[in-house]
């Protein structure tokens, strides 16, 4: 069974960096050709793709978040990371990770994901 599991923070200082991590279990992050993407959804607002990392550890991202974004891997421990840089309280959302079988860079469709992790709420407050 795919389970995601999202971990990090609840609460970020504006400026500061959000991190968190996206645990895997019952899938490889290096199988061809899943891809790994983290979307969030701020309160009142549509779904917002951030960014996507492939099997194969390229990487994709919200033009409007790219300079910002870093998405990266640990293969060892079957995890992905998200960095967002420079937060402002505009960065406040539920953040999700989800598996694709192939690669989708900048969809929202939910039924293209065929995994979700449950979501971690991140609130980007002084």
């Known amino acids: 069974q795919v389970q995601l599991q999202e971990s990090g923070p609840g609460l970020v200082k504006p400026s500061q960096t959000l991190s968190l991590t996206c645990a895997v279990s019952?899938?490889?992050?290096?199988?061809?050709?899943?891809?790994w993407s983290w979307i969030r959804q701020p309160p009142g607002k549509e779904l917002e793709w951030v960014g996507v990392?492939?099997?194969?550890?390229?990487?994709y991202y919200n033009p409007s978040l790219k300079s910002r974004t870093s998405i990266s891997r640990d293969t060892s421990k079957n995890q992905f990371y998200l960095q967002l840089k420079s937060v402002t309280p505009g960065g406040t959302a539920v953040y999700c990770c989800?598996?694709?079988?192939?690669?989708?860079?900048?969809?929202?469709?939910?039924?293209?994901?065929?995994?979700w992790g449950q979501g971690t709420q991140v609130t980007v407050s002084s």
């Open positions: 019952g899938s490889s992050i290096t199988t061809s050709y899943y891809s």
């Open positions: 989800a598996r694709t079988g192939d690669l989708r860079v900048g969809s929202v469709k939910k039924d293209e994901y065929g995994y």
């Open positions: 990392i492939a099997y194969d550890g390229s990487t």
